[in-house]
T-cell receptor
Framework: NAGVMQNPRHLVRRRGQEARLRCSPMKGHSHVYWYRQLPEEGLKFMVYLQKENIIDESGMPKERFSAEFPKEGPSILRIQQVVRGDSAAYFC??????????????FGAGTRLSVL | KQEVTQIPAALSVPEGENLVLNCSFTDSAIYNLQWFRQDPGKGLTSLLLIQSSQREQTSGRLNASLDKSSGRSTLYIAASQPGDSATYLCAVSYTGANSKLTFGKGITLSVRP
Protein backbone atom coordinates (compact mmCIF):
# COMPACT_ATOMS: atom_id res chain seq x y z
CA ASN A 1 0.00 0.00 0.00
CA ALA A 2 1.77 3.08 -1.21
CA GLY A 3 1.87 6.05 1.11
CA VAL A 4 0.66 9.55 0.41
CA MET A 5 2.24 10.66 -2.84
CA GLN A 6 3.00 14.27 -3.56
CA ASN A 7 4.42 15.68 -6.74
CA PRO A 8 6.45 17.39 -7.73
CA ARG A 9 8.90 17.16 -4.84
CA HIS A 10 10.47 20.45 -5.84
CA LEU A 11 8.88 23.23 -7.84
CA VAL A 12 10.47 26.46 -8.98
CA ARG A 13 8.31 29.29 -10.23
CA ARG A 14 8.91 32.91 -11.12
CA ARG A 15 6.80 35.62 -9.56
CA GLY A 16 3.41 35.85 -11.23
CA GLN A 17 3.33 32.26 -12.45
CA GLU A 18 0.95 29.57 -11.29
CA ALA A 19 1.91 26.62 -9.07
CA ARG A 20 -0.06 23.36 -9.04
CA LEU A 21 0.72 20.87 -6.32
CA ARG A 22 -0.69 17.35 -6.44
CA CYS A 23 -1.49 14.89 -3.71
CA SER A 24 -2.65 11.30 -4.07
CA PRO A 25 -3.93 9.97 -0.73
CA MET A 26 -3.29 6.50 0.55
CA LYS A 27 -5.49 3.83 -0.95
CA GLY A 28 -8.87 3.81 0.73
CA HIS A 29 -8.47 7.28 2.25
CA SER A 30 -11.08 9.86 1.35
CA HIS A 31 -9.96 12.72 3.59
CA VAL A 32 -7.17 15.06 2.52
CA TYR A 33 -5.50 17.89 4.43
CA TRP A 34 -3.04 20.50 3.20
CA TYR A 35 -0.50 22.19 5.48
CA ARG A 36 2.16 24.79 4.81
CA GLN A 37 5.54 25.04 6.53
CA LEU A 38 7.20 28.41 6.14
CA PRO A 39 10.92 28.75 6.92
CA GLU A 40 11.49 28.79 10.70
CA GLU A 41 7.76 28.26 11.30
CA GLY A 42 5.66 25.30 12.31
CA LEU A 43 3.20 23.57 10.05
CA LYS A 44 0.01 25.55 9.55
CA PHE A 45 -3.29 24.03 8.48
CA MET A 46 -4.64 25.31 5.18
CA VAL A 47 -7.61 23.22 4.03
CA TYR A 48 -9.46 19.96 4.67
CA LEU A 49 -11.27 18.21 1.82
CA GLN A 50 -13.30 15.14 1.19
CA LYS A 51 -14.11 13.88 -2.27
CA GLU A 52 -15.71 16.78 -4.17
CA ASN A 53 -16.21 18.80 -0.99
CA ILE A 54 -14.26 21.44 0.90
CA ILE A 55 -14.94 20.80 4.59
CA ASP A 56 -12.75 23.42 6.27
CA GLU A 57 -10.78 26.12 4.47
CA SER A 58 -10.20 28.33 7.49
CA GLY A 59 -6.43 28.32 6.95
CA MET A 60 -6.44 29.25 3.27
CA PRO A 61 -5.30 32.71 2.26
CA LYS A 62 -8.26 34.66 0.93
CA GLU A 63 -6.78 35.29 -2.49
CA ARG A 64 -4.77 33.33 -5.07
CA PHE A 65 -5.07 29.96 -3.29
CA SER A 66 -7.58 27.25 -4.12
CA ALA A 67 -7.88 23.51 -3.53
CA GLU A 68 -9.92 20.68 -4.96
CA PHE A 69 -10.31 16.96 -4.48
CA PRO A 70 -12.25 15.60 -7.45
CA LYS A 71 -14.13 12.33 -7.60
CA GLU A 72 -11.33 10.88 -9.68
CA GLY A 73 -7.67 11.82 -9.48
CA PRO A 74 -5.45 13.56 -6.99
CA SER A 75 -6.13 16.55 -4.79
CA ILE A 76 -4.74 19.78 -6.25
CA LEU A 77 -3.52 22.86 -4.40
CA ARG A 78 -3.34 25.74 -6.81
CA ILE A 79 -1.53 29.00 -6.20
CA GLN A 80 -2.07 31.73 -8.76
CA GLN A 81 0.32 34.62 -9.37
CA VAL A 82 2.89 33.35 -6.90
CA VAL A 83 4.94 35.77 -4.80
CA ARG A 84 8.20 35.21 -2.94
CA GLY A 85 6.31 34.83 0.34
CA ASP A 86 4.67 31.68 -1.04
CA SER A 87 8.05 29.89 -0.91
CA ALA A 88 7.53 27.08 1.58
CA ALA A 89 7.10 23.35 1.98
CA TYR A 90 3.54 22.22 1.32
CA PHE A 91 2.48 18.96 2.92
CA CYS A 92 -0.50 16.83 2.20
CA UNK A 93 -1.96 14.31 4.64
CA UNK A 94 -4.73 11.76 4.31
CA UNK A 95 -6.86 9.79 6.73
CA UNK A 96 -9.29 6.91 6.28
CA UNK A 97 -13.02 7.32 5.98
CA UNK A 98 -13.54 5.44 9.24
CA UNK A 99 -11.35 7.53 11.49
CA UNK A 100 -13.07 6.39 14.64
CA UNK A 101 -11.31 7.99 17.54
CA UNK A 102 -8.04 7.90 15.69
CA UNK A 103 -7.63 10.73 13.23
CA UNK A 104 -4.18 9.45 12.35
CA UNK A 105 -3.11 11.58 9.45
CA UNK A 106 -0.49 10.11 7.16
CA PHE A 107 1.78 12.68 5.59
CA GLY A 108 3.43 12.85 2.22
CA ALA A 109 7.04 13.94 1.70
CA GLY A 110 5.95 17.43 0.71
CA THR A 111 6.44 19.78 -2.21
CA ARG A 112 9.06 22.44 -1.76
CA LEU A 113 8.05 25.54 -3.68
CA SER A 114 10.65 28.16 -4.48
CA VAL A 115 9.54 31.45 -6.00
CA LEU A 116 12.25 33.40 -7.78
CA LYS B 1 -6.60 31.17 20.47
CA GLN B 2 -5.43 27.57 20.33
CA GLU B 3 -1.65 27.44 20.50
CA VAL B 4 0.89 24.65 20.89
CA THR B 5 4.31 25.46 22.32
CA GLN B 6 7.47 23.39 22.30
CA ILE B 7 10.46 24.58 24.31
CA PRO B 8 13.39 24.50 23.83
CA ALA B 9 13.62 24.82 20.06
CA ALA B 10 16.78 22.71 19.97
CA LEU B 11 18.44 20.13 22.17
CA SER B 12 21.79 18.35 22.00
CA VAL B 13 22.52 15.29 24.14
CA PRO B 14 25.17 12.55 24.24
CA GLU B 15 24.27 9.11 23.02
CA GLY B 16 22.66 6.85 25.62
CA GLU B 17 20.95 9.61 27.56
CA ASN B 18 17.27 9.37 28.47
CA LEU B 19 15.48 12.54 27.53
CA VAL B 20 12.15 14.28 27.73
CA LEU B 21 10.63 16.56 25.12
CA ASN B 22 7.90 18.90 26.29
CA CYS B 23 4.75 20.17 24.64
CA SER B 24 2.15 22.56 26.05
CA PHE B 25 -1.21 23.63 24.66
CA THR B 26 -3.44 26.51 25.66
CA ASP B 27 -6.88 24.91 25.21
CA SER B 28 -7.31 21.74 27.25
CA ALA B 29 -10.41 20.62 25.33
CA ILE B 30 -8.36 18.51 22.95
CA TYR B 31 -9.61 15.45 21.10
CA ASN B 32 -6.21 13.84 20.76
CA LEU B 33 -2.51 14.64 20.60
CA GLN B 34 0.13 13.26 18.26
CA TRP B 35 3.89 13.25 18.25
CA PHE B 36 5.61 13.27 14.87
CA ARG B 37 9.18 12.98 13.70
CA GLN B 38 10.47 15.01 10.76
CA ASP B 39 13.84 14.38 9.16
CA PRO B 40 15.51 17.19 7.16
CA GLY B 41 13.84 17.65 3.79
CA LYS B 42 11.39 14.85 4.48
CA GLY B 43 7.77 14.41 5.46
CA LEU B 44 6.32 13.63 8.85
CA THR B 45 6.20 10.23 10.49
CA SER B 46 3.60 9.66 13.19
CA LEU B 47 5.22 8.27 16.33
CA LEU B 48 2.44 8.11 18.90
CA LEU B 49 -1.17 9.22 19.21
CA ILE B 50 -2.86 9.74 22.57
CA GLN B 51 -6.62 10.06 22.86
CA SER B 52 -7.95 12.67 25.27
CA SER B 53 -9.17 9.89 27.57
CA GLN B 54 -5.72 8.28 27.76
CA ARG B 55 -2.76 9.13 29.96
CA GLU B 56 0.06 7.60 27.96
CA GLN B 57 1.12 5.56 24.96
CA THR B 58 4.27 3.52 24.42
CA SER B 59 6.11 2.32 21.34
CA GLY B 60 9.52 0.74 21.75
CA ARG B 61 11.86 3.27 23.35
CA LEU B 62 9.25 6.01 23.13
CA ASN B 63 6.66 6.91 25.74
CA ALA B 64 4.25 9.80 25.44
CA SER B 65 2.17 11.09 28.32
CA LEU B 66 -0.77 13.47 28.40
CA ASP B 67 -2.02 15.70 31.21
CA LYS B 68 -5.06 17.51 29.86
CA SER B 69 -5.75 19.50 33.00
CA SER B 70 -2.35 21.15 32.93
CA GLY B 71 -2.20 21.35 29.12
CA ARG B 72 0.99 19.34 28.81
CA SER B 73 2.39 16.34 27.02
CA THR B 74 5.85 14.83 27.19
CA LEU B 75 7.70 12.50 24.84
CA TYR B 76 10.20 10.34 26.66
CA ILE B 77 13.01 8.78 24.62
CA ALA B 78 14.99 6.07 26.38
CA ALA B 79 18.63 5.34 25.63
CA SER B 80 18.92 7.89 22.84
CA GLN B 81 20.83 7.01 19.67
CA PRO B 82 22.35 9.15 16.88
CA GLY B 83 19.56 7.86 14.62
CA ASP B 84 17.05 9.65 16.86
CA SER B 85 18.41 12.97 15.61
CA ALA B 86 15.47 14.75 13.96
CA THR B 87 12.82 17.38 14.63
CA TYR B 88 10.00 16.25 16.91
CA LEU B 89 6.64 17.87 16.43
CA CYS B 90 3.67 17.87 18.74
CA ALA B 91 0.20 18.38 17.26
CA VAL B 92 -3.28 18.54 18.77
CA SER B 93 -6.70 17.94 17.31
CA TYR B 94 -9.62 19.79 18.84
CA THR B 95 -12.86 19.02 17.12
CA GLY B 96 -13.32 15.34 16.47
CA ALA B 97 -12.20 12.30 14.59
CA ASN B 98 -11.35 14.09 11.37
CA SER B 99 -10.11 17.59 11.89
CA LYS B 100 -7.15 19.84 11.40
CA LEU B 101 -4.02 19.49 13.47
CA THR B 102 -2.50 22.43 15.31
CA PHE B 103 1.27 22.03 15.44
CA GLY B 104 4.03 23.29 17.65
CA LYS B 105 7.19 24.56 15.96
CA GLY B 106 9.08 21.45 16.95
CA ILE B 107 12.20 20.55 18.89
CA THR B 108 15.30 19.77 16.86
CA LEU B 109 17.17 16.98 18.62
CA SER B 110 20.80 16.14 18.02
CA VAL B 111 22.20 12.99 19.63
CA ARG B 112 26.01 13.05 19.68
CA PRO B 113 27.89 9.77 19.26
Amino acid sequence: NAGVMQNPRHLVRRRGQEARLRCSPMKGHSHVYWYRQLPEEGLKFMVYLQKENIIDESGMPKERFSAEFPKEGPSILRIQQVVRGDSAAYFCASSPIHGFGKNIQYFGAGTRLSVL
Amino acid sequence: KQEVTQIPAALSVPEGENLVLNCSFTDSAIYNLQWFRQDPGKGLTSLLLIQSSQREQTSGRLNASLDKSSGRSTLYIAASQPGDSATYLCAVSYTGANSKLTFGKGITLSVRP
